[in-house]
């Protein structure tokens, strides 16, 4: 096996919530033009001018001859941690094939990730301003009333909140006529396998326009859709449109059970959520369509995993099937207050002791409890991070006036305590 190899350079075209352009969602790379100063835009470049460019020929060279390449090295390290990175090594043998001696590929993608800018109506623990416009807007509004802890967040970056310098920015590439045609076309003509995310898409009106594009150009039943939706919101359409495709699935970003979710995905409402994820469900009914729970695997959360599991297996009637499903349970890496190996060491054992007694036959769900029982800070990072993770949250609870993390998690702020001594 190639310890390098991707298909996503050779089928697979990936829009960052921003415009850019990258090799897929792992990477923070943006692909530059061919001057190597400017970097291909979605709301500037076409799919085509981007698709065999000379970075990207450069990068499927690099991978038919085995080379590293600095665009994935998230997956590299995550591979070295025993952790599944989302590199595949699907249809090799055909890519490598349909690559010319200069790495131009002689074939469009026909996969695509698509992330419709940043407006999203949640604040999500896990996220940042990147992805959501209305956790720019909070971080302002906290910092008129306290500018000192905004200072200390911008100092803080990615072990807080994976900071973008651009707060309340509005991320919407797709908002010129000709740009959003472009794609439009290019995806009604090219793209079989299409994943939308935003932000929150349901939201978007452009996100509609685009089934509607393709249901009026006759290209609606030859694509499989995924949409990744917090389930606050949906559009009744759907009903109309979700039939007509070959196949669709419904990823659902659900990160606890009621409160809990509540608090990770603030301000969702949990009845809401169960109102929409129902309404879905009634679009199952004698089809082969999906809906997948994709939980955050976090540190607010890795203790519920086996309730949320347990949960999601009697809403599916019993087991996993045809249509319901259960992701790889990625593990949240940034803002680093975020990942569970920050915890304290009783704690985490406890809460692996707790998983265990589960017995989930799961690959995903057992190396989350052998991540739980490794020791993979040293005791100065891992206070380091303690302490930014009590002042983050404990800020941002009493700004937002909701039942704090202590209230939800006592044995966590219990063990916190003991490891950093004060109250």
């Keep these: 096996m190639s310890k390098v190899f991707c298909n996503k350079p050779f089928d697979h075209n990936y829009i960052h919530m921003n415009g850019k352009m990258r090799l897929c969602c792992t990477t923070i790379q943006n692909i530059p033009s061919n001057d190597r100063y400017t970097l291909f835009d979605a709301g500037r470049h076409t799919i085509e001018e981007y698709w065999n460019s000379d970075r990207m020929k450069e990068i499927r060279l690099n991978m038919i001859a ?7 090295k998230r997956c590299y390290e995550q591979e070295q941690q025993g952790v599944q990175s989302l590199r595949t090594e699907t249809d090799m043998e055909k890519h490598i094939a349909n690559t010319l001696p200069d790495g131009t590929y002689t074939n469009p993608a026909e996969d695509m990730q698509l992330q419709m800018g940043n407006i999203c109506n949640l604040k999500c623990k896990m996220c940042s301003q990147a992805y959501s416009h209305m956790l720019g807007n909070e971080l302002l509004e906290m910092g008129d009333a306290d500018p000192e802890f905004l200072l200390w967040v911008k100092e803080q970056g990615a072990v ?54 393709c249901e009026q150009h006759g290209t609606l039943q030859d694509k499989s859709v995924t949409i990744v939706t917090n389930l606050t919101n949906t559009n009744p359409r759907m009903t109309e449109w979700l039939p007509k495709l070959k196949s669709w699935t419904i990823w659902a970003s659900i990160d606890g059970l009621g409160s809990r979710t509540e608090y990770i995905r603030y301000p969702s409402q949990w009845s809401n959520i169960i109102k929409n994820l129902n309404f879905y469900k009634e679009l199952l009914k004698g089809s082969k369509n999906n809906i997948t729970l994709s939980p955050a695997i976090q540190l607010l959360n890795i203790d519920q995993l086996d309730e949320i ?32 190996n920050i915890a ?9 002791d707790k998983l265990e007694k589960f017995q ?14 490794k020791n993979t800070l040293d005791s100065q990072e891992r206070q380091y991070c303690l302490k930014a993770f009590v002042k983050y949250n404990d800020h941002q609870d009493r700004f937002r006036d909701v039942q704090s993390w202590r209230k939800l998690l006592p044995e966590l702020e219990k063990s916190i305590i003991n490891e950093l001594n004060f109250e």
């Excluded at 085995?66 to 994935?72: A, F, S, V």
């Excluded at 935003?198 to 594009?213: K, M």
């Excluded at 304290?344 to 692996?352: Q, T, Y």
């Design 66 to 72: 085995g080379k590293e390449t600095l665009d994935c």
């Design 160 to 213: 807080v909140n994976n900071w973008t310098n651009e707060l309340g920015k509005k991320e919407q590439w797709f908002k010129d006529e000709k740009i959003k045609l472009q794609m439009f076309d290019h995806i009604s003509r090219n793209i079989k396998t299409l994943c939308v995310i935003g932000g929150e898409p349901t939201l978007i009106p452009e996100f509609y326009e685009l089934f509607r594009y």
């Design 309 to 340: 599991i347990q949960w999601w297996l009697t809403f599916a009637g019993g087991g996993l099937n045809d249509n319901f499903g259960f992701t790889w349970l990625a593990q949240v890496w940034y803002p680093k207050i975020c990942n569970f």
């Design 344 to 352: 304290p060491a009783d704690w985490r054992l406890k809460v692996a």
């Design 360 to 373: 989930y036959n799961d690959i995903f769900y057992k190396s989350q409890i052998i991540n739980l029982r």
